[in-house]
């Protein structure tokens, strides 16, 4: 059973920076393709960064410059490192893992089987 597991979220003013984790267990790290989404009450989850083991990665605009994905596949673990955080990136953030996501679809959450249970992020002003 694949699991996985987040943490680092917490309160941060803002232009200060969080680094969350995703521990993947139960599964073939080194053939899934990892993400982070995010979610606020009342809309839908979107899209915050992805990346794979050959170490291809893609970023929502809103985040280029500002967020860092890595993954360490010794600890099967996905990172995501937050610098210049402004209040509008308060939320609740999730990782996500499959092996079977389609190229041009990966900022899709629909590709995506595997979900932590979430972390809540967020900034104050």
């Known amino acids: 059973q694949v699991q996985l597991v987040e943490s680092g979220g917490g309160l941060v003013q803002a232009g200060g920076s969080l680094t969350l984790a995703c521990e993947v267990s139960?599964?073939?790290?080194?053939?899934?393709?990892t993400a982070w989404f995010r979610q606020t009450p009342g809309n839908e989850r979107e899209f915050v960064a992805v990346?794979?083991?050959?170490?291809?990665?893609s970023y929502a605009d809103f985040v280029k410059g500002r967020f860092t994905i890595t993954r360490d596949s010794a600890r099967n673990t996905m990172y995501l490192q937050m610098n210049s955080l402004k209040p509008e990136d308060t939320a609740v953030y999730y990782c996500?893992?499959?092996?079977?996501?389609?190229?041009?679809?990966?900022?899709?959450?629909?590709?995506?089987?595997?979900w932590g249970q979430g972390t809540q992020v967020t900034v104050s002003s």
């Open positions: 996500a893992a499959d092996e079977n996501v389609i190229l041009s679809s990966r900022r899709m959450p629909g590709q995506y089987d595997y």
């Open positions: 139960g599964g073939a790290f080194q053939r899934y393709i």
């Open positions: 990346t794979d083991r050959y170490r291809r990665s």
